[in-house]
């Protein structure tokens, strides 16, 4: 119960603080954010829809190593557990998706523009689409277990082509990218020390609320099969 | 298990050339698509970048057409039971993949002749980065599309579920191949593609890797 309202507070904290202090061009206090040049006021969203997109990539990581795990083991709970981190990943990758593409239109005039990030947040999409689409069309439990086990590890091992290499050798407009100059490594230079601080309690934040999202999904699922199966028997 | 994998493949080319189904309608898919897409064109003008990505797109929607024949024909003649009594997962699978390779190649061969015949932008000045490009990209759309085959053909073959998975699996490969294309047609050298060159080897060398591990988790019910 406590981390509950740990978990509130800090969240809350998160939102007032990304969405209310100001940025001025030289912080005097602890509240003042920095003026990053070449993205100005819409550097707020780093708080936002950083730990999105990180979601959706820990949900994709996540549903990796359970279904790794079901092909070791064949226990069907790793299966309901890297459904639920699936569940939660499509969801995040919509709202990188989503808020990314609305930030693209203030920051660089268009929603979108196939930047590096953006095709490689659009094939994370596709992957999830096609999961899912896979494991609809199966009816044997078991099969469907495997089949889309076996799936989401071939399609992670795009992975790394998609979030490690393509943004940084492919020329983008993304802050973090290749060629960036106006906006640079973001993280590590333009932010002062209290902008990073609330980056990371809301990176953070979101960790926590997706892993207590994700145990309650798997949890539910768990009890789902188990009243099927009581059902089954009666 | 190298012959039994050379067996596997001289009975897929032997069936396949009995009934010639695949490569028909595999030609035919190609001529099919070149002509929608120069009906489209027209008298314009495309550019070089529009050549290549074209020149990828017939190779990979002919690719979803005809690759996953290999493990769907086993499943719809119900000769997979087979397959399982007189070799190994791994066995299968490269004999698959050769059959599938070999499938690739004279088919892409045919859509680059007919490129450069149909299309003005189409000229390749290095032929030698083609070459490596061509053999690297085709060696990962097989590996990458027989993996995706065997999953598909447990799945119950269905045949519009194969492009959908299939296509996030390769667009790391194709979005460099029609880099590369590009970098060829416009005549650059080795040291311009090195990035792009090193990108497709990983990824071959990662799939092969890949699927050969995974293979036995779909193959064996």
């Known amino acids: 119960m406590v981390w509950k309202i740990f978990l509130f507070i800090l969240l809350a904290f998160v939102s007032i603080a990304g969405i209310a202090f100001p940025i001025v061009p030289v912080p005097h206090t ?16 780093i708080f936002f829809h950083v730990p999105t997109a990180w979601l959706s990539v820990i949900a994709f990581l996540m549903n990796t ?75 044997s439990e078991e099969k469907r277990a495997t089949l889309s086990a076996v799936y989401a590890i071939i399609a992670f091992l795009t992975v790394p082509f998609f979030v490690f290499i393509m943004p940084r050798i492919m020329s983008g407009l ?48 768990l009890l789902k099969n188990k009243i099927n199966k009581q059902s089954l028997k009666e | 298990m190298n012959s039994k994998a050379y067996a596997l493949y001289k009975k897929d080319i032997n069936s396949e050339l009995r009934t010639r189904y695949a490569v028909n309608s595999l030609v035919m898919f190609i001529i099919v698509a070149i002509s929608v897409i120069l009906f489209s064109i027209g008298n314009e003008k495309i550019t070089q970048s529009l050549t290549a990505g074209l020149f990828w797109v017939v190779i990979f929607f002919s690719a979803m057409s005809g690759l996953s024949r290999a493990f769907v024909a086993e499943e719809e003649r119900g ?15 490269s004999g698959k993949l050769l059959f599938n390779l070999i499938l690739v190649f004279c088919m892409n061969t045919i859509v680059a002749v007919l490129f450069s015949i149909l299309f003005e932008a189409f000229i390749i000045r290095n032929f030698a980065l083609f070459a490596v490009s061509f053999i690297l990209g085709n060696t990962g759309l097989a590996i990458a599309s027989t993996i995706i085959a065997a999953i598909i053909s447990k799945a119950g073959a269905k045949g519009t ?31 311009e593609a090195k990035f792009e060159l090193a990108i497709v080897i990983c990824y071959d060398v990662i799939m092969l890797t890949g699927s050969y591990m995974l293979f036995d988790f779909v193959w064996k019910d």
């Not at chain 1, 268009?110 to 947040?121: A, C, E, L």
């Not at chain 1, 333009?190 to 997706?210: V, W």
């Open chain 2, 161 to 191: 579920l194969y492009p959908v998975l299939s296509f996030p699996i390769l667009l790391p490969l194709i979005l460099t191949c029609v880099q590369l294309t590009l970098l060829s047609n416009q005549g650059a050298d080795f040291i």
């Open chain 2, 79 to 93: 000769t997979s039971l087979t397959l399982h009594l007189i070799a190994s997962p791994s066995t299968v699978f």
């Open chain 1, 30 to 45: 602890w509240y003042e954010f920095p003026l990053i040049p070449g993205l100005k006021e819409n550097a707020k969203i």
């Open chain 1, 174 to 221: 993304h802050p973090g990218s290749a060629d960036d100059t106006n906006s640079g490594p973001v993280i590590d230079f333009k932010m002062n020390a209290n902008m990073q601080l609330i980056f990371f309690l809301s990176l953070i934040g979101f960790t926590i609320l997706y892993f207590w999202m994700w145990n309650l999904g798997y949890r539910s699922i």
């Open chain 1, 65 to 139: 190593i359970y279904s790794i795990q079901y092909l070791r083991k064949k226990d069907l709970d790793d299966d309901a557990k890297s459904y639920a981190a699936a569940q939660l990943g499509i969801i995040f990758c919509i709202l990188a998706t989503v808020t990314g593409a609305v930030w693209a239109r203030f920051a660089w005039g268009s929603f979108w523009s196939w930047d590096p990030r953006q095709t490689s947040i659009f094939a994370l999409l596709l992957i999830y689409g096609a999961w899912f689409a896979l494991r609809s069309s199966i009816e």
